[in-house]
Each structure stands twice: as C-alpha cells, then as structure tokens.
C-alpha cells in the first residue's frame, strides 16, 4: 500500500470527483496507481549565475506514459553548491511537456507546480532544493502521448559576474512520478 501526503489524499480525492473529504483507514479511494518511474539522473553540471531570473535548466527529467485526467503526484530534489562567494538566489520549479508532440522539447512547456526559491550565501556553501506537486493530465492529451516531468532550476544575484555558475551536485537529485488513474 502506497501512503500519500496528507494533503495529496484530499487533493486526488477532490479531483477525481470524489468531494475533499480524505480517505479515513479502512475505505478505498476512487483513484489506483498505475506505476511509479523515477530517475536519479541529475542532467545539469552547473548554473550559470546572472542578473536575469530567467535562464532555467534542466536539473531532472523523467518521461511519463500518460492518458487524459490521469493525476500524477510529483517529488523531486536536487542540491547546489555555491562557490561564488556572494550570495546567489536560486529558484526552482516543476514543468511538463508532450514528448511525442514532434517537437519534443522544442515544443510548448507548462509549468505544473509553484515556484519555489531560497538564498545560499557562502557560509551555507549547499542547499537541497525540493518540490512536490499534484498535476492533472489535461482532458485533451493527445491519445498515446508521454509526458516529460522536469524539474528546473536559476541561479541569480545582483553581484553576478559574467561567467560564474553554481555547481549542480551529480550525486544528490531524485525525481519520482506516481501516476494515479480513476478507478472503474
């Protein structure tokens, strides 16, 4: 048995159709896991360091079978090291795309979670950057097309220079995706 966040519960339940009441033990939500994929594969080495609060990258990504209304419950994490000296801002967030669309990652991006965000000055040197988030597969996802779940990340400050990156560290990053359908 797969436990959930509390607040997933009530969430999956109210989308589903089923009111917000949560689950209490013993009864059985409308909802079934169909699977669960994860990957600890961080892809990015570094993030450059500038001005703008717009030069995202790609920290995990994870591609996902889907069907329309399909809900998926996200966890990922990632962690930074920040050798520049100053402090840097960095943000983080949680966005999806149509793998078999034909253009892939080219394509258009919909952010799927809040963005999040924290300052890592040099005495703290790391800092773990976490998200989880629930997001319902459109009712108009094309038949047969995955989605790539991805999580991305910036790195900025005022007293960037030209050049400088945060360290994204390889050995510490997790993405899950449990994918939730309606039961019949």
Request: hydrophobic fraction near 40%; proline fraction near 7%; charge should be negative.
């Amino acid at each position: 048995m797969v436990k959930l966040r509390a607040f997933g519960v009530a969430l999956l339940l109210a989308l589903a159709g089923c009111g917000t009441q949560a689950a209490t033990p013993g009864s059985t939500p409308s909802l079934g896991m169909a699977g669960i994929t994860a990957t600890d594969q961080v892809v990015a080495t570094t993030l450059p360091v500038d001005q703008a609060s717009d030069t995202y990258r790609t920290m995990l990504r994870q591609v996902v079978p889907v069907d329309a209304g399909d809900l998926l419950d996200i966890e990922a994490w990632a962690r930074i090291t920040n050798e520049t000296g100053y402090v840097v801002g960095i943000g983080w967030h949680v966005w999806a795309y149509d793998v078999d669309s034909g253009l892939g990652s080219s394509g258009p991006w919909t952010r799927i979670s809040p963005i999040d965000g924290d300052n890592v000055d040099p005495p703290r040197h790391h800092m773990p950057l976490a998200i989880d988030t629930i997001y319902q597969v459109p009712a108009d996802w094309p038949t047969s097309h995955r989605i790539t779940v991805v999580l991305r990340a910036d790195a900025h400050s005022t007293a960037a220079v030209s050049g400088d990156t945060v360290t994204v560290d390889q050995d510490y990053g997790h993405l899950t995706v449990r994918r939730w359908i309606p039961l019949t």
